[in-house]
């Protein structure tokens, strides 16, 4: 999953971030030697996203759209893409990070938030 044209990182059970590549730095704000322990709420622009966000990802592979902020506080719509894995007895999230838009916010404070199970065929409808 670790990619090298999307911002990733691993975070722990907790939510702290434990690695994360050049981009995600660049795209959140923090230098290399930064990273290390921040948590990973930081980066979520409404703290009700966040409780979503970790109340409805699984252990299982999950996809996310949702409003993600910048260490200046600018926000962007972002997708996130979860995985977990097994490290050493504890459970390691690879997390991967694609910035959607860079439309300014409106003032509105409604977001949204979209969880999509990866690897799943898409459901077909007929007409």
Request: include cysteine; aromatic fraction near 12%.
């Amino acid at each position: 999953m670790k990619n090298n044209e999307a911002a990733y990182c691993e975070i722990n059970d907790h939510g702290r971030l434990l690695t994360a590549n050049k981009r995600f730095c660049r795209l959140f704000g923090y230098k290399e030697e930064q990273v290390e322990w921040h948590y990973i709420r930081d980066v979520f622009r409404y703290d009700q996203d966040w409780t979503s966000f970790i109340q409805n990802a699984t252990t299982k592979a999950s996809h996310f759209i949702v409003r993600l902020k910048n260490r200046k506080g600018r926000s962007f719509l972002a997708s996130i893409s979860r995985e977990a894995s097994e490290l050493n007895g504890k459970t390691v999230y690879q997390n991967t990070f694609q910035k959607l838009s860079d439309i300014t916010e409106t003032g509105n404070e409604e977001t949204f938030m979209v969880e999509e199970p990866l690897y799943e065929a898409p459901q077909i409808v007929a007409l």
